[in-house]
């Protein structure tokens, strides 16, 4: 399957500095978004959701920068990071200093950077309105599915036809429950230990930070199933 990461680069793409490719993604994007006349236009050239699922509801399921941003900030404490073009320049130019590459973060968050890029990376939502999930729980999964259910941030974004059971199923999102039950009590917590609904968010703990990085790895192993 096209890697759309490589085709938006072209000859930026680099093939084994994966973490590098995403910072050229957004300063490629960040410089290109006085061409379009409202945001939606710019995500439909520019997005890699939309590049991947030609839509406006599309969006990541792991999002890189939330990760990065905590590995900078774990590795040099004094560090801030903001996602504008600033930083990201910042981040390119420093980069061996901010992360350096005999440190497992950095390694285990290469390998993610490479899967990220991948269409299994990319799902559609219920609604574009679920997309505050990247404010309010940096994308992860876990706390985003926890809110989908009654009661919960997201729940009114599905009906009786329209279940979450429904959407997991279409989004092949499956291995995110156990024992294939689609319900609160059996969604796999993000780290082993904790609520299903606890985000990582603000973290900077490297155990932590670590451990979401590990489970991001092995949701897109499990789910590149599904497109190869």
Not at 95 to 123: C, G, Y
Not at 155 to 160: A, G, N, R, V
């Amino acid at each position: 399957m096209e890697n759309k990461m490589k085709t938006y680069l072209g000859e930026k793409y680099n093939e084994d500095n994966h973490i590098l490719n995403w910072l050229w993604y957004w300063d490629e994007g960040k410089d290109t978004s006085n061409q379009y006349s409202n945001r939606d236009e710019w995500r439909m050239a520019n997005d890699l959701d939309c590049l991947y699922l030609d839509n406006l509801k599309a969006d990541t399921i792991i999002s890189i920068f939330q990760i990065l941003k905590r590995v900078i900030m774990c590795i040099n404490p004094k560090q801030k990071i903001k996602k504008d073009s600033e930083s990201i320049k910042m981040i390119i130019d420093s980069f061996e200093q901010l992360l350096p590459t005999n440190d497992l973060l950095v390694q285990q968050l290469q390998m993610l950077a490479n899967k990220a890029e991948m269409r299994s990376n990319f799902m559609l939502l219920p609604d574009s309105g679920m997309q505050v999930r990247g404010i309010a729980y940096a994308d992860e999964m876990a706390p985003t599915l926890y809110q989908c259910f009654d009661g919960g941030s997201y729940s009114k974004y599905f009906t009786e036809e329209y279940t979450v059971e429904k959407w997991v199923k279409q989004e092949k999102l499956e291995m995110l429950f156990e024992d294939n039950v689609f319900d609160r009590e059996h969604i796999k917590p993000t780290i082993n230990g904790y609520a299903p609904k606890q985000s990582f968010k603000n973290t900077r703990k490297r155990d932590l930070i670590l451990g979401v990085i590990n489970y991001s790895n092995t949701l897109l192993d499990e789910r590149a199933k599904y497109f190869e």
